[in-house]
């Protein structure tokens, strides 16, 4: 032990205090000459060879003592001179991607985007070139960036060439789920994040899918269209990972406002079933909806039968129990009613809607009925497709007759009678416009309550910039809101300068 500590103080402190001095001096030289690529290759193969020199004539010992000694003068030392040259290279090696990155984005864009399967094919592109990005282009985020690009031009090219749109795209998540399966595809949740990220793509009209995909979830639901909670929840789910919680805030509450409705219905099956007095007669289910969440539904003052009566007068009864101050509004063009009709060769069940079934119950006590007795009697403007009309043209006027065709049959017992479409792109258009009203008027309050004074140019920018990831606001309806704050007394101009606003708290 004696001659182990005399080497350490009479040789190696020396040695270590020596190599420190040389490597300094080094140190000092290749951070000023050398890039930071070739300072760290030089550090390191001096770090190995001193490791073979002194294992060669020295104690093991003292290997890490040096070790430690070489890399504190060589990397602790010029710790923060080492990344800052690192980030400068590295931006210069970015920099030098760019043409490289334009070309790639190019190639993207050239890309076949004619498919009859647009979706598809844009999901194709993206999946092949994302194979290009992480394994052959080292994942660089410029690349990311060329392939994001790429894909939403890519993207808008498809979609004009497929005369593919948001409303057209929700139709399609509709059909989706509807099948349960994309293509051949089942519908999982691979397959689910496919259709979402295509929507991640299109730069403009987010917000339009949203209104037009929400009144497609709506109609699914009421109408029992095959829809399964599980598989809405899930879309939804990924919607909201992708867009945040205001994109699906209404569509969360169309689920949860079913699942509650159907709590409810239980509880009014319990209070007929406890009240002899209070049975309908019919089977009677309601849906509640909260107006707060549910697409607006025009609301029709529709004369029910005397059986339907009954069981809307039960029910405003049971719920008024349980909720006094809340108003009940019914939408019976929502209804679903099962009617048994009575045809000459065999008994045939009927699914209508309500008011189909207040048309046709009308003939229970009458052989024949005009256009203008219908109306008169139910309030109600309707044509239906099992009534013989007299005389026998498309065009209905008020002194046309209707009766029962007896003689109708079907080879299956239950039969759905479909109401005509009513195409409402025009009111969900509408509906959008003004909540991007509302979307500009918010944010405009939003940067001028933070910024307190602002230039018209850096208020549009900044408006822009905020709205744009749900839509692409028009820089005239930015400059239109902003005159009716202004009239609102919510903004002022600048006396000395027209194109300043100041914020009105």
Known sequence: ?????????????????????????????????????????????SVKKEKERV?????????????????????????NQLLEKKHSEFREIVRGLEPVANIFKQHVED????????????????????VYVTKCLENQTIFHKSLREALKFFCSKAMSGSSLSAESLA?????????????SEELSDEAIEKVVKFLAYINDDKDLFAEFYRKKLARRLLLNRDASDD?????ITKLKQHFGG?????????????????????????????????????????????????????????NLPSEIVKCVEIFKVFYET???????????????CHINGKFDQKPIELIVSTHQAAVLLLFNTRDNLNYTDIQNQLNLNHEDLILIKEPATEIVSKTDVFEVNSKFTARISRVKIPLSYVDERKKVVEDVDNDRRYAIDASIVRIMKGKKVLGHEQLVSECVKQ????????????????EELIERDYLERDKMNFNMFRYLA
């Not at 005399?6 to 080094?26: C, N, P, V």
């Not at 998540?173 to 509807?178: H, M």
């Not at 709205?467 to 902003?482: C, E, Q, T």
């Open 1 to 45: 032990m004696g001659k182990k500590k005399r080497y350490e103080q009479d040789l190696e402190s020396f040695m270590l205090e020596g190599t420190a001095s040389y490597y300094s001096r080094k140190a000092s030289r290749w951070i000023q000459e050398c890039s930071y690529f070739d300072y760290i290759r030089k550090s390191e193969e």
């Open 55 to 79: 294992s060669q004539y020295l104690y093991a010992s003292s290997v890490p003592n040096l070790v430690k000694k070489v890399e504190h003068e060589l990397f602790v030392v010029y710790a």
């Open 111 to 130: 890309a076949d985007g004619q498919d009859t399967d647009a979706i598809r094919k844009v999901i194709e592109v993206h999946d092949k070139y994302m």
């Open 171 to 183: 139709t399609i998540c509709d059909r989706i789920i509807i099948l349960k399966k994309w293509a």
């Open 231 to 235: 598989h809405e929840r899930r879309i």
């Open 246 to 302: 205001n994109f699906t805030h209404k569509m969360e509450g169309i689920i949860t406002d079913l699942t509650s409705s159907r709590q409810n219905q239980n509880s009014f099956d319990d209070y007929v079933a406890n009240n002899p007095a209070a049975r309908p007669g019919i089977d009677f289910n309601v849906t509640l909806l909260n107006t707060s969440v549910w697409p607006s539904y025009k609301t029709f003052d529709v």
């Open 322 to 336: 349980k909720h006094k101050r809340r108003k009940l509004t019914w939408l019976h063009s929502l209804g679903t």
């Open 467 to 482: 709205l744009s990831g749900m839509f692409k606001p028009d820089v005239k309806a930015i400059k239109n809101r902003i």
